[in-house]
């Protein structure tokens, strides 16, 4: 595809650059989402992107001619924008309002065509204010006030429409309603979208790229899962987060951990031993419950390895796909002695995770307390023909506890608590 | 208020050739309205010949050049005063401004009570040094106020808000100390000051309707700019208008209509405030319709409050800028209390 906006060495800002050394491209039809903490000049690249500010070095390029040089008219037939000043005091009509959209395509003592109104009443049918024409735009709700602004900007005809947190001041539903019809368009119109969003899973779910914006600069920018990483998320945002996908749309996902609970020291010392994506959850409660969590063996890249890593948890790995090794066996062997309790999740065993088995069994030989979550059957879980099922069946001999799931595993933990 | 809507133009103009009627029918003198027509058609060419003059030739003397310029200088005043405001108010998207705002006024204020003070004499067109100083001053007011306000190549409302009422107090100031030093002008200047349209003459009808068409002309081409102005400054930037421009223009416009007003007539309040908030409440606030109706609302406002100010304590003759504050303000505080709903919605919903 066709690159049609084409940002150069842009610098932007009112006295001191906002952003420097701005360069990307962005295509035809893309729909790109732009993020970062308030005050990292979203709004501002949106300003000068239009045109309303002037860029204070490099150039704005957009199909081959410089927005900042542009006719105010030719510009406004191109560019629309939906800015964050929603408010409006007069009672202009909802019609009134999306024909202002028309301005660009009216001579100037003339009246609106008949090829106006069709474009208002178009704009009007897709954004779904058909209804409301005759309302007065101040009476409006903020979801309904928002898809008029939208109406008259399709109104303009643009081929790049720029949005400044369009869902910013929303309820969810119409957050969610917003952002389906900003896609749609992007779909249906071959319009180009450029938006600052601050909900990152919105962002995510609803932009085909990301651009992260921090300290004056492209801090990352590229596909949605490019961008975002835990670790670029917790630079930025200074928040340690975990990313998981969407489970309808498998698009990366952001959630938060609370920094209270990481910070308390008061629970008990728990290690887990989990794996495959099975053990998130377990280390998600266990820190939320304010234990000191520490985990392994993982390798390295295993969704749970992920997780931990996000946490912040302690951890014992080992490179991706390799078997668990001696040395990690033991220093994981270590690590349980010196903890209150060991967690063993509802993980499928194989012969590469096998040893942590074994290290669990000669845990609980040592005489600390083992909780086995027991979600589904060894059997079913049991690729080492018959090797895991055995050692299994004996630790849960010696364990303190089978459990059902993780919710159980902390009361179990809760009992051990109140006895020490 | 919906059916008078779509006619509103048409109504008001109507209303006022009745009040023009009337207006120079009034008068220590009674002259019938019907008789003031057909001495007012026969100054017309072609029409004429076809009646025979059956009045004595003083009342045609007292209708055209006493009567009649004071009129229409009222319509012209009141026409130029209201669409000030309404370019004011719309400009500074805020119902407290008026066309005395950014200091306009008080530098024709200043530019008068000089030339007062002083002494000047003046002849250009046959006007005096008074309007011919205060309008002058107003313009340089108005310049010094933009470039005040100014800041990079754009200018800010509330810069240019704050401004106007730095000059304002400034030249106020000065208009104050003037007085002070020159006692003996005192009565001449707060006369002068309180506003009024005695011993007006066509002179200052012809100074000021050239100001008034090419202010009207400006206001109707730049209409569609000041609506989608309304909207936000960066949002009609988005849909192609140089706002910067149209407000330089705008602002200068309403200006010198402001100065000139005042130049030919003194100070007269509330006329640029109210009348496009009335205007506003029956056509809203599209300027395409607000313009017109406020011109056509301004000069009727104008004529009537004259009128009063004739014929209250007559032989007396009130200062036409009392009379417009005296009966506008009781008027406006009705207005304000019988309309439900935000006259010019600010603040918060």
């Known amino acids: 595809m066709p690159e049609f906006l084409l940002v150069r060495d842009l610098a932007c800002g009112y006295t001191y650059p906002v952003l420097e050394n701005l360069n990307f491209e962005i295509e035809h039809g893309s729909c790109v989402g732009i993020i970062g903490p308030n005050a990292s000049g979203k709004t501002t690249l949106i300003k000068t992107l239009c045109g309303l500010l002037k860029p204070q070095t490099g150039q704005v390029v957009l199909d081959e001619r410089d927005v900042h040089k542009m006719k105010p008219l030719a510009r406004s037939r191109q560019v629309a924008v939906v800015s964050q000043e929603a408010r409006i005091d007069f009672a202009f009509s909802v019609a009134e309002v999306v024909m202002m959209g028309r301005h660009p395509y009216i001579p100037r003592m003339g009246s609106p065509s008949s090829q106006d109104w069709e474009k208002v009443d178009w704009a009007m049918e897709v954004t779904g204010v058909s209804k409301l024409a005759s309302r007065s735009i101040s009476g409006l709700s903020g979801g309904e006030r928002q898809r008029v602004l939208i109406a008259r900007a399709l109104a303009q005809e643009p081929d790049l429409l720029l949005l400044d947190e369009p869902t910013s001041s929303l309820d969810i539903n119409h957050q969610v309603e917003i952002l389906d019809l900003i896609k749609h368009l992007n779909h249906r119109q071959r319009m180009a979208i450029f938006m600052a969003i601050h909900d990152l899973n919105l962002a995510a779910q609803y932009c085909d790229r990301l651009m992260l914006v921090h300290q004056n600069r492209i801090f990352a920018w590229g596909n949605v899962e490019e961008v975002l990483t835990p670790d670029n998320i917790r630079t930025v945002y200074g928040h340690p987060v975990i990313i ?7 698009c990366p996902q952001v959630v938060l951990l609370s920094r209270l609970s990481a910070a308390s020291r008061e629970g008990l010392h728990v290690h887990a031993v989990v794996g495959g994506g ?47 090794g001696e040395k990690s066996c033991r220093i994981n062997l270590e690590m349980m002695c010196r903890s209150d309790a060991v967690i063993l999740a509802s993980i499928p065993f194989g012969l590469a995770n096998l040893p942590n088995l074994e290290t669990l069994l000669a845990a609980a030989g040592n005489g600390i307390p083992v909780i086995v979550v027991e979600q589904d059957l060894i059997e079913n879980r049991d690729f080492t023909q018959g090797v895991a099922t055995r050692l299994y069946k004996e630790l849960v001999k010696s364990s303190l506890a089978v459990v059902k799931d993780s919710g159980d595993a902390l009361q179990v933990l809760d009992g051990i608590g109140k006895r020490r | 208020m919906e059916c008078f809507k779509g006619y509103a133009v048409w109504i008001l103009t109507g209303i006022l050739l009745i009040l023009i009627i009337l207006a120079v029918a009034i008068g220590s003198i ?18 004429s010949g076809h009646a025979v003059p059956n009045w004595p030739e003083s009342y045609e003397t007292i209708i055209v050049l006493i009567r009649l310029p004071r009129v229409m200088l009222a319509l012209v005043v009141g026409s130029a005063l209201a669409l000030a405001g309404a370019i004011f108010q719309g400009l500074f998207k805020n119902p407290m401004a008026d066309p005395h705002i950014i200091g306009a006024s008080s530098g024709a204020g200043l530019g008068a009570t000089l030339a007062i003070t002083l002494g000047l004499s003046l002849n250009w067109n046959g006007l005096g040094a008074v309007p011919l100083v205060a309008s002058a001053g107003a313009f340089i007011t108005v310049i010094l106020v933009y470039n005040v306000a100014r800041s990079g190549g754009t200018v800010p409302i509330p810069n240019l808000l704050l401004a106007g009422v730095a000059f304002t107090s400034l030249l106020s100031a000065l208009i104050s100390l003037l007085m002070y030093l020159g006692q003996d002008q005192m009565h001449t200047i707060v006369f002068w000051l309180m506003g009024g349209l005695s011993g007006r003459s066509w002179n200052h009808v012809i100074f000021a309707l050239p100001y008034l068409l090419i202010g009207t002309a400006v206001a109707v081409y730049y209409a569609r700019d000041l609506n989608l102005m309304l909207l936000g400054e960066d949002s009609a930037y988005n849909l192609g208008v140089e706002v910067e421009r149209v407000k330089a223009i705008l602002l200068l416009v309403a200006s010198i209509l402001t100065g000139v007003a005042v130049a030919a007539s003194g100070m007269i309040g509330f006329v640029g405030l109210i009348v496009p908030h009335v205007a506003r409440m029956v056509v809203g606030p599209d300027h395409r319709k607000l313009v017109p109706v406020s011109i056509l609302a301004g000069a009727i406002l104008l004529i009537t409050a004259d009128i009063l100010a004739r014929t209250i304590l007559a032989p007396v003759e009130l200062p036409l800028g009392v009379v417009t504050a005296l009966f506008g303000a009781p008027f406006f505080i009705l207005l304000l209390r019988s309309y439900r709903g935000p006259l010019f919605r600010t603040g918060s919903d």
């Open chain 1, 278 to 324: 099975m053990g998130i959850d377990i280390l998600l409660r266990l820190t939320r419950h304010g234990h000191r969590v520490s985990t392994g063996v993982l390798n390295q890249g295993d969704s749970d390895w992920q997780a931990a890593r996000d946490m912040e948890l302690a951890l014992v790995d080992v490179p991706p796909f390799a078997p668990v």
């Open chain 1, 244 to 250: 998981e996908r969407h489970p309808v749309y498998r």
């Open chain 2, 30 to 47: 009674h002259i019938s309205p019907l008789q003031v027509l057909r001495i007012l058609l026969h100054q017309l060419p072609g029409i």
